[in-house]
Each structure stands twice: as C-alpha cells, then as structure tokens.
C-alpha cells in the first residue's frame, strides 16, 4: 500500500490558474491531472468555469462528465457509466473510493444502519459494515478495503478507526463535498430547522436562567430575614445578660458596711463576754496596785 501525500490549497489554486487560460484538450488534459492529483477532493470553483462548462457540449463530453462524477458521485456511479466515461488509473480509482466511503458516511450520519445489518447495535453511530464498502468500492477483500480506508486516514479525508472484530469502521469526521445546485433547497431547510432547534434550546435556558434568578432572589430574601432574627436574638441575649449581671452586682461601700454589721440573728454574746473580760483584767490590776 502506498499512502498519499497530501496536497496544499496552493497546489490546487495552481490548477485553477491553468484551467481559466485552458481550451478543448488541453482543458481536458488538465482535468484529468486534476482528478489525479493527490490531495486535491474539491472540484465545485473547476465546475463552475465558463470555459469548462462549455466541455459538456463539446467532443470532451465525457471528460466533463467524469468530473461531475468525482464532485457529486461515487465509485457506483462510475461503474453504472463506464462504458460512456473515460478509463480510470489507479489513483483515480482510490480517489473516486475515497470519495465514495465519504458519502457513505455522511448518510450514515443521517440514516443510521440498523441493528440487524451489522448484528451489534450502532444506531445513532456513524459505522459503515464492512460488507457495505466492499460492495460499495467493489473490493475484493478486507485487505483491500482496509488498506483503502487508511490511504484516506493519511490523506485527511476521513478520520475513525477500524474495527476489525465487528467488520465495520466507525467514522470519527469526514470531509464535505461538492453541492450541486438543486440540493441548496434541502440545505436550506436542514439549516431552517436548525435554527428553530437553536431558538427553542435558547428559549428554555433563558427560562431556567429566569427560574434560578427567582430561586435566587428567594434564597437572598431567607438569608436576610434570617440574620435579622439572628441579630435581633443577639441583642436580646445582650440586654438580658446585662439585666442579670446589673442585678448581681454590689456597691463596694455597701459591701464593706455588710461585712462591717453583723448579720440579723448572729449571736451578740461573744463581744460582751471580751468586754467583761476585759473589765475583769482592769479590776484585778486596781487591786494589785492598792495591796502594793
């Protein structure tokens, strides 16, 4: 297998540099470079040439016609008008497959194979059995295929990878084709409804936004009426704790004057017995003074 090598966008306006001075066969020879040449997969700016148009009317019919194919067709294609189209090289013939298993892929995309068709389910996955391609690329074998497939990978067609164990490869991204004119319409209302689906999904987050700003105020309206009773239990606490604390507490000089008087009902007894002890001791000593 020999990968392609990938081809810039310069390459390809060079194309078209020579294609707008080109006539007759050499126009057609030109062409047929083009769908030859590796990297080059977009072929609408070639079509839409005054000077290639007028091919189609021509003695180069065919070659115009070839060119359609590889813009808008596939390899099934071909092979439906190969005797009326000219003979296809090798390189061709891979670009025209590459081509191919892009369209297949994007009706993947769009009409899922069904559960029975694979016999694993894939529905909503873009994988194309490998059954499907090889019919599709008329290929012999899974060799042949898989060899194909990653020529494409190399060349920035398609991206996936390739399931071996359940024959089928799952496409990751494919590249865009050319658009033919009558299929505008249905682009165009593919991107209508998209834009309905857009309107509606921003319609309901601008409604959950409403509800959470709602939620919102309603949780900032609690938060506040709870730290107002919080505060005002605060000062409740605060004044009765003052209040208490107001109707403890003692003036020094009143406490020094209790401690000073004794207590109603404590006995008196005791200072008089010190006091006639005391008169006792004086007595004696008037006594002891008159002896001497």
Same mark, same amino acid.
């Given at each position: =297998? ?46 839409? =040439? ?243």
């Amino acid at each position: =297998m020999s990968a392609e090598v990938k081809v810039t966008g310069q390459n390809q306006e060079q194309f078209l540099l020579l294609a707008k001075s080109a006539k007759g066969a050499a126009l057609a020879t030109l062409i047929h470079q083009v769908l030859e040449a590796p990297g080059v997969y977009v072929f609408g700016e070639l079509l839409d =040439m005054p000077n290639v148009r007028e091919l189609a009317e021509s003695d180069f019919a065919s070659t115009f016609r070839l060119l359609t194919v590889f813009a808008y067709g596939t390899y099934a294609d071909y092979l439906a008008e190969a005797r009326n189209l000219p003979p296809l090289t090798e390189a061709q013939k891979n670009k025209l497959r590459h081509l191919s298993v892009v369209t297949l892929a994007a009706k993947v995309k769009n009409q899922p194979f069904r559960e029975k068709d694979l016999g694993v389910g894939v529905e909503g996955r873009q994988c194309i059995p490998y059954a499907v391609l090889l019919e599709a690329l008329a290929l012999r074998n899974v060799r042949q295929l898989e060899d194909l497939v990653i020529e494409a990978v190399y060349a920035d067609v398609l991206r996936g990878s390739l399931d071996q164990r359940n024959q089928r490869l799952e496409v990751d991204y494919s590249i865009g084709r050319d658009i033919q004119r009558q299929d505008l319409s249905a682009i165009a209302r593919t991107l209508q409804e998209w834009c309905v689906g857009c309107e509606v999904v921003l319609s309901g987050i601008e409604e959950q936004v409403s509800r959470a700003n709602q939620h919102k105020e309603q949780q900032l309206g609690l938060k506040q009426q709870i730290e107002s009773e919080v505060a005002n239990l605060k000062k409740t606490i605060k004044v009765t704790t003052a209040a208490a604390a107001a109707a403890t507490s003692q003036d020094p000089e009143q406490h020094l004057t209790e401690l000073r008087e004794p207590a109603p009902g404590t006995n008196q007894r005791q200072p008089s017995k010190k006091a006639s002890k005391g008169k006792g001791l004086r007595g004696s000593a008037k006594i002891w003074s008159k002896s001497n």
